[in-house]
T-cell receptor, first 115, second 118 residues
Framework: AQKVTQAQTEISVVEKEDVTLDCVYE???????LFWYKQPPSGELVFLIRRNSFDEQNEISGRYSWNFQKSTSSFNFTITASQVVDSAVYFCALSGQGGSEKLVFGKGTKLTVNP | ETGVTQSPTHLIKTRGQQVTLRCSSQSGHNTVSWYQQALGQGPQFIFQ???????GRGNFPPRFSGLQFPNYSSELNVNALELDDSALYLC?????????????????FGPGTRLTVL
């Protein structure tokens, strides 16, 4: 079975602090994809990043960076110099060959960035 | 290019009623997936439709049913509504039904329909 665990339910930081959102996944598939989505209060899921299981290179996009480690089944997301606009719920998700048609989401981490 | 649209935006129903939610897929997409997101939870996969046929189903009872039309738009129907059906219902379209989220089959989400069951 596939599972995604986001142990942090809520995180509150002050603007300009760095913050890391944790994601641990379980899958028996050799080919799978990992994702991060942002969900602002409006409700729409905003795609942030996709990584496949064969590419463990870390990625940086502006203030966002992602650390993928297969050895620990983790795919953590760091926001550097956080801003108030980063306040949202962030979801980590997984898709794999078993049940390939669906995305399996974690429960999400609510990030609040205070001015 | 038009993105994924859903209607209505909000809906209030009472227990025992039936509801139909609608989704228009992104241009060129033939696959639609539906997810239920309860308050404080992550989205959960309900089912997927590919070329008008169901192509995979999550752990939801038969009173959750769907349709896909020749233009690839889709409906989610829920019968005998229960209080726990209150949630945000998200629709996602993709180019095809393969491994979800692969470069070819990336799922694009609509804004959702918020259903409240009283």
């Amino acid at each position: 079975a596939q599972k995604v665990t986001q142990a942090q339910t809520e995180i509150s930081v002050v603007e300009k602090e760095d913050v890391t959102l944790d994601c641990v996944y379980e899958t028996r598939d050799t080919t799978y994809y990992l994702f991060w989505y942002k969900q602002p209060p409006s409700g729409e899921l905003v795609f942030l990043i996709r990584r496949n299981s064969f590419d463990e290179q870390n990625e940086i996009s502006g203030r966002y960076s992602w650390n993928f480690q297969k050895s620990t089944s983790s795919f953590n997301f760091t926001i550097t110099a956080s801003q108030v606009v980063d306040s949202a719920v962030y979801f980590c998700a997984l898709s794999g060959q078993g049940g390939s048609e669906k995305l399996v989401f974690g429960k999400g981490t609510k990030l609040t960035v205070n001015p | 290019e038009t993105g994924v649209t859903q209607s209505p935006t909000h809906l209030i129903k009472t227990r025992g009623q039936q509801v139909t939610l609608r989704c228009s897929s992104q241009s060129g997409h033939n696959t639609v997936s539906w997810y239920q997101q309860a308050l404080g939870q992550g989205p959960q996969f309900i089912f997927q439709y590919y070329r008008e046929e169901e192509n995979g189903r999550g752990n939801f009872p038969p009173r959750f049913s769907g349709l896909q039309f020749p233009n690839y738009s889709s409906e989610l129907n829920v019968n005998a509504l229960e209080l726990d059906d209150s949630a945000l219902y998200l629709c996602a379209s993709s180019l095809g039904p393969g491994l979800a989220g692969s470069l070819y089959n990336e799922q694009f989400f609509g804004p959702g329909t918020r259903l409240t069951v009283l």
